[in-house]
C-alpha cells in the first residue's frame, strides 16, 4: 500500500493540474494530462472529465479510465440516478462516497449496478460550473480504498473546480463538431451504447456471426450475443438487419 501523501506534496501536485487545465483550455494539451496530474492530488483506480451535452442531455466523456459499462452510464444515466440532484447543488463542493447516505446509495443504480461490481470504496463526483452559474460537467474519481480522514485532497478538489469547469467547457471541440467527427461518440449519445456495443453495432454491418465477431473482438460468442441483446434494446430495432442499417446510416464502420 503506498504511503499517504503529505499536505504539502498534495497542494504542489494541485498547482500542476491547474496548470494542465490551463493548457487543455487553450488547446495546448488534452484533458488526459489534467486526469494525470490529479492522480497525484489522490490516487484513483478510475477518473473522467465529462462535458454536459444540453442539446441531447447527456454527458460527454472527454477524457476517463472508467470501464465501458461504467462510462456508458455515467454519459447517458448518471443525471437520472437518484444521488445526482444531492451533488448537482451549486452550493455542494463535491459528493465524497463515504458522505453519502447509505439510504441513498441503496437507491442508486450508479452504485449498485456500476460502481460495487468494480469494488469502489471512495472517491468523488464533483459538478462543474462555469463563471456565470450555467452547468458545463463533472469530474469522477473512483477509488478502491476508503480516504483517510481527515483529508487535505478534499479541499484541493474544490478549490480546483473553477479550473476543471474552464477545461471542460472550453478544452477541445464543442459537443456538435466531436460528433460529426465522431460517428461513434454520436451513436453512443443518441442510443445510449456503450463503446463495446458500438464496436459490436459496426460488425453487424458485415453480416458476420456472433462467432465471427467475438474472434475479431477477442470476447466470447455469449458475450457478443448479449451485447447485441442491449443493441436491439436500447436503439428499439426488432433484428440485426435493422441494427446494421442504423449503423450504416449513422456512418459507423467496424475497424480494420
Known amino acids: ?80 440516478d437518484p444521488v445526482f440532484p444531492v451533488l448537482r447543488s451549486p452550493a455542494r463542493g463535491g459528493l465524497w462516497l463515504s458522505d453519502v447516505p447509505r439510504q441513498l446509495l441503496a437507491t442508486s443504480p450508479g452504485f449498485q449496478e456500476v460502481l460495487r461490481p468494480l ?29 483517510r480522514a481527515p483529508d487535505p485532497a478534499r479541499a484541493v478538489v474544490t478549490l480546483l473546480t473553477e479550473a476543471l469547469a474552464a477545461a471542460v467547457a472550453r478544452g477541445g471541440p464543442p459537443p456538435e463538431e466531436a460528433t460529426a467527427a465522431d460517428p461513434a461518440a454520436d451513436a453512443r449519445r443518441r442510443g445510449g451504447l456503450s463503446p463495446r456495443e458500438v464496436q459490436v453495432l459496426a460488425e453487424l454491418t458485415t453480416g458476420r456471426t456472433n462467432k465471427e465477431i467475438a474472434e475479431r473482438l477477442c470476447i466470447t460468442p455469449r458475450t457478443v450475443g448479449t451485447h447485441v441483446e442491449h443493441i436491439l434494446a436500447k436503439l428499439e430495432l426488432p433484428n440485426r438487419a435493422a441494427a446494421a442499417a442504423r449503423a450504416v446510416a449513422w456512418g459507423i464502420e467496424p475497424s480494420r
Open 119 to 147: 469494488g469502489i470504496e471512495g472517491g468523488v463526483a464533483q459538478c462543474l460550473f462555469n463563471a456565470d452559474g450555467r452547468y458545463v460537467g463533472m469530474l469522477n474519481v473512483s477509488t478502491r480504498r476508503p480516504r
Open 1 to 80: 500500500m503506498a504511503a499517504e501523501r503529505s499536505t504539502a506534496d498534495i497542494l504542489d501536485a494541485a498547482v500542476h493540474v491547474r496548470e494542465a487545465a490551463r493548457n487543455a483550455t487553450s488547446g495546448a494539451s488534452g484533458l488526459d494530462t489534467v486526469l494525470t496530474a490529479l492522480s497525484e492530488v489522490m490516487e484513483y483506480d478510475h477518473a473522467s472529465l465529462t462535458r454536459w451535452d444540453p442539446v441531447h442531455r447527456c454527458h460527454t466523456t472527454l477524457a476517463g479510465s472508467y470501464p465501458d459499462d461504467a462510462t456508458a452510464y455515467i454519459e447517458t444515466h448518471l443525471h437520472h
